[in-house]
């Protein structure tokens, strides 16, 4: 059958598979981008296809099962079962107007090229190099993990967008719980590099989750308390309920969790893997930070607690500083370099070599996070009077 003679069933799957094939590889317009999100919109069939067509894991499964096979024949069989006039019994991969896995799949491969201009099997590398495409881009991307395999992509849009029944995106920039959402489940929120994202909780919990961070939490708060789990950091408004506390509980490497508990307060979470002193530091409001049981001390606005190699120190904390990124901002208000280059490295998403180079104070800010990292590297250096040199991600600094 000509490709200029297929019904329009087959030419839909066709442009369907080239969509999601440019979403892969990052080159579709945008107008192709409003397409793609209307034809995954059209039903929870189609976004059920999208999910498994942009999961690494799914197309690693799907490689293992067409690996040994001939995929042009594959790709015949596809074809005639896209056919509705033909009567022959064959499974038909198209439902409801929507491409099914063996076509999309096949094309996403060859890049919605006719597979009449193509000769012999599908070039495992090829395979391989979407199947990174796609697990790279998850990576740098805000993701709603809803579990059972279902992940949804957050963008930017400069839009409300209804992703789901009570489930908002505010303007690409918050992810909003309208109410209880669905069953009793947990989800987790991942924010990548260079990117932060706000979250409003069922109950109505404000948090910002920073980059490089996540949030896990239940979309029905149970009658005794409200935990959530996080790693990275994480500044929380909390809703008000003095009958049902409000409880973080934040990893930390080779440690016990930090948990805090409040009932209606403002406070920061910082338990990077990085960090030589994971925090709590209370904004207003009233909290109770723990370690274990047994160990426990209580904040008031302008302190934190420090996680040490001795247990739980309370010290002075700099609100503004601390809380800075929450504007998309960075503020060094004496800050050690040492510190400094950790921020910078974790927002940048870059290896920060630093050899004989006192620890110095740094004062500066608070400026946009958006400026490039080559911008602070040049005042640094300015400043303490060392020199940089970039190679790819890995950035060097000497005395």
Partial sequence: MEKGNEPDNIKKAYRTAYLIAGFLKESLTEAEKQELDAWVNESEHNKKHFAELTNPEKLREKLKDYNQADT???????????????????????????????????????????????????????????IHQSGQREKEQVVLDMGKGKKIV?????????????LLVKEGKELVYQTEYGENEFHTLTVPHKSFYHLRLPDGTKVYVNASSSIRF???????????????????????????????????????????????????????????????????????VSLSEKEMVQLIPNQQALVTSKGLKVA??????????????????????????RQLARWYNVEIIIQNVPDQSFKAGPFSRNQPLEYWLKILSDTEEFTYHIDGRRVTITK
Avoid: C, M
């Fill in 72 to 130: 042009e024949q594959y790709l015949q069989e596809s074809k005639q079962g896209l056919n509705f006039n033909n009567r022959r019994k064959v499974r038909r991969i198209w439902a409801y107007g929507v491409a099914a896995s063996i076509i999309a799949f096949v094309i996403i491969i060859w890049v919605a090229k006719p597979f009449n201009e193509r000769q012999g099997p599908i070039v495992r590398e090829e395979i391989d190099t979407l």
């Fill in 154 to 166: 957050l963008g930017e849009s400069q839009t409300d967008s209804i992703i789901d029944k009570g």
């Fill in 218 to 288: 239940p979309t029905h708060f149970p009658e005794k308390e409200r935990r959530v789990y996080i790693t990275g950091e994480a500044y929380f408004e909390v809703a008000p309920n003095p009958t049902q506390p409000f409880r973080v509980e934040a990893a930390i490497k080779d440690r016990a969790p930090l948990v805090v508990e409040a009932v209606g307060t403002a406070f920061n979470v910082n338990t990077y893997t990085d960090e030589p002193f994971p925090s709590a530091t209370l904004v207003e409001g009233k909290v109770n």
């Fill in 316 to 341: 002075p904390g700099k609100v503004d500083v601390i809380t800075a990124w929450t504007k998309n901002e960075f503020n060094f208000d004496f800050t050690p370099l040492s510190e400094v280059l």
